[in-house]
């Protein structure tokens, strides 16, 4: 089966620096999508990762490790903004060519003062 | 440039009664997707386009139906709604299968 694992919740104070983990086991692997979803709105994309290794993008970097079925995002220097779910989301093997993404339930993070 | 978008915004309906949620994208994107959002789940894929006229089922598929007949537009018609159809629904397009997917900003939907 295809499964993504989260923290469900997160807590950490402004300025600092957080770490989010997914894990995955999915049938064959064809990228990693990290999203920000604020309170009710929509999810907004944040990273792709396909190979090993870091990307960075401003004060967000997300790493994956295909091999252990493994990626974190990083947040660097938090702003009270930067509270909000965080989407982990596997692409499997493709199957008929389309980007059926799988997605985690999502870390609720709360940046505190 | 207004992306995704998805209307009703909010809509209350009693068991049994049918309706269809929009979504129109003015990106030229080929790819469309509709998914539901459940507290404690993720997205979970309800159905798929990969262009106009051609659709296919996703994760949740049951007791709902699409169509594409144009690029732009990708409804979800609910049949016969029922309680365990309430929900927050997504739609999404992308430019191709590697790109990521931009959202519309959901419709809240109630089934009492």
């Known amino acids: 089966g295809q499964n993504i694992d989260q923290p469900t919740e997160m807590t950490a104070t402004e300025g600092a620096i957080v770490q989010i983990n997914c894990t995955y086991q999915?049938?064959?692997?064809?990228?990693l999508f990290w999203y920000q979803q604020h309170a009710g709105e929509a999810p907004t994309f944040l990273s792709y990762n396909v190979l090993d290794g870091l990307e960075e993008k401003g004060r967000f970097s997300s790493f994956l490790s295909r091999s252990k079925g493994y990626s974190y995002l990083l947040l660097k220097e938090l702003q009270m903004k930067d509270s909000a779910s965080y989407l982990c989301?596997?692409?499997?093997?493709?199957?008929?060519?389309?980007?059926?993404?799988?997605f985690g339930a999502g870390t609720r993070l709360a940046v505190h003062p | 440039n207004a992306g995704v978008t998805q209307t009703p915004k909010f809509q209350v309906l009693k068991t049994g009664q049918s309706m269809t949620l929009q979504c129109a994208q003015d990106?030229?994107?080929?790819?469309m997707s509709w998914y539901r959002q459940d507290p404690g789940m993720g997205l979970r894929l309800i159905h798929y386009?990969?262009?106009?006229?051609?659709?296919d089922q996703g994760e949740v598929p049951n007791g709902y139906n699409v169509s594409r007949s144009t690029t732009e537009d990708f409804p979800l018609r609910l049949l016969s709604a029922a309680p365990s159809q309430t929900s927050v629904y997504f739609c999404?397009?992308?430019?191709?299968?590697?790109?990521?997917?931009?959202f519309g900003d959901g419709t809240r939907l109630s089934i009492l």
């Open positions: 999915t049938s064959g692997f064809n990228g």
């Open positions: 989301a596997v692409r499997p093997k493709r199957a008929g060519g389309y980007n059926k993404l799988i």
């Open positions: 386009s990969v262009g106009a006229g051609i659709t």
């Open positions: 999404a397009s992308s430019q191709d299968r590697d790109q990521p997917q931009h």
């Open positions: 990106m030229n994107h080929e790819y």
